[in-house]
């Protein structure tokens, strides 16, 4: 089976910093041909979109509120992808989910497997 363990989340003041990691590992043919996202729930919110990135890393995609202050990226050698977060909000505080699929969709039903996610909190 494919696991995902995330790991990284914590308590972080606003303006501050946090770098999220999901290491991948079990029944994946090949880690590199999978596009890697990331996605987060606030509470009592649904799950929305926050990152994506092709396999071999090509590009990425934001949304628009993460847009500049966070960074997706991926180590194929370590079957890893990252989540850097940097100038932390409040609104930002969630519990963050890596997933992996066969697109950087922003559709959150395309993608074929999840972590069981880390938890932000973002003080003011």
């Known amino acids: 089976q494919v696991q995902l363990v995330e790991s990284g989340g914590g308590l972080v003041q606003a303006g501050g910093s946090l770098n999220l990691s999901c290491t991948s590992s079990?029944?994946?043919?090949?880690?590199?041909?999978?596009?890697v996202a990331w996605f987060r729930r606030a509470q009592g919110s649904e799950r929305e979109f926050v990152a994506a990135?092709?396999?071999?890393?090509?590009?990425?995609s934001y949304a628009d509120s993460v847009q500049g202050r966070f960074t997706i990226s991926r180590d194929n050698s370590k079957n890893t992808v990252y989540l850097q977060m940097d100038n932390l909000k409040p609104e930002d505080s969630a519990v963050y989910y890596c997933?992996?699929?066969?697109?950087?969709?922003?559709?959150?039903?395309?993608?074929?497997?999840w972590g069981q996610g880390t938890q932000v909190a973002v003080s003011s």
């Open positions: 079990g029944h994946i043919f090949d880690f590199k041909i999978y596009a």
């Open positions: 990135l092709m396999r071999s890393a090509p590009g990425a």
């Open positions: 997933a992996l699929g066969p697109l950087p969709v922003r559709d959150s039903r395309q993608w074929d497997h």
